[in-house]
């Protein structure tokens, strides 16, 4: 059983940056990871993911020039560097961890406890 563990939110005002990351508790060579937010009343949203062998990546409209999605092998970590926060950028932000680099949520099979960010205006 893999865990993750997201870290790195908090509140920002617009405009300003913030780097989550995702430890993962054993290697995930080959397998993919990814990037995403929810907020209350409103589906699970992917933002980003990340192929960790070939490091292959793909972003959601949404954040594609803003955000960016990068692995460090050695230490089991992904990250999500999101920079030009916007207020709609707001939620619970979590990483998951599956077998197909995708935005969608189904994709995935384990998935961390969720970490918040907070972008005011």
């Known amino acids: 059983q893999v865990q993750l563990v997201e870290s790195g939110g908090g509140s920002v005002q617009a405009g300003g940056s913030l780097r989550l990351s995702c430890a993962a508790s054993?290697?995930?060579?080959?397998?993919?990871m990814g990037w995403f937010r929810q907020v209350p009343g409103k589906q699970r949203e992917g933002l980003a993911s990340i192929h960790i062998g070939s490091r292959s990546k793909c972003y959601a409209d949404s954040v594609k020039g803003r955000f960016a999605i990068s692995q460090e092998n050695a230490k089991n970590m992904v990250y999500l560097q999101m920079n030009s926060l916007k207020p709609e950028d707001t939620g619970m932000y979590y990483c998951?961890?599956?077998?197909?680099?995708?935005?969608?949520?189904?994709?995935?099979?384990?998935w961390g406890q969720g970490t918040q960010v907070t972008v005011s205006s």
């Open positions: 998951a961890l599956g077998w197909a680099r995708s935005l969608m949520a189904s994709s995935y099979n384990y």
């Open positions: 054993s290697h995930t060579y080959n397998l993919c």
